[in-house]
Nanobody, 123 residues
Framework: QVQLVESGGGLVQAGGSLRLSCAASGRTFSTYDMGWYRQAPGKEREFVAAIRRSDGRSYYADSVKERFTISGNNAKNTVHLQMNSLKPEDTAIYYC????????????????WGQGTQVTVSS
């Protein structure tokens, strides 16, 4: 099992940027395909982005393409989410997850959620 701690959230105006970080400990970080998810108030948790451990290929939800970038550092056991051109609808708690990618789809591990970090975008 891997333990995850997210950080970097905050309050930002629309059009601004934030960089989220996820620090992992426990089982070897590089064995997982890391993903970012978010959950807005009253909504279900949704996929945001994922990165494949084998070659660093990244995948994004349509709503964040061209604005968000996921990156990973296996040596430091960290994964980041650079968020640019933020919109009020990006407001949510953001979580990272150590799961797996199959045919371009990220499958989160049930027991691999951090506590999340709050992102609030004001209009």
């Amino acid at each position: 099992q891997v333990q995850l701690v997210e950080s970097g959230g905050g309050l930002v105006q629309a059009g601004g940027s934030l960089r989220l970080s996820c620090a992992a400990s426990g089982r070897t970080f590089s064995t997982y395909d890391m993903g970012w998810y978010r959950q807005a108030p009253g909504k279900e948790r949704e996929f945001v982005a994922a990165i494949r451990r084998s070659d660093g290929r990244s995948y994004y939800a349509d709503s964040v393409k061209e604005r968000f970038t996921i990156s990973g550092n296996n040596a430091k056991n960290t994964v980041h989410l650079q968020m640019n051109s933020l919109k009020p609808e990006d407001t949510a708690i953001y979580y990272c997850n150590a799961g797996g990618l199959v045919s371009g789809r990220h499958y989160p591990a049930i027991d691999s959620w951090g506590q999340g970090t709050q992102v609030t975008v004001s209009s």
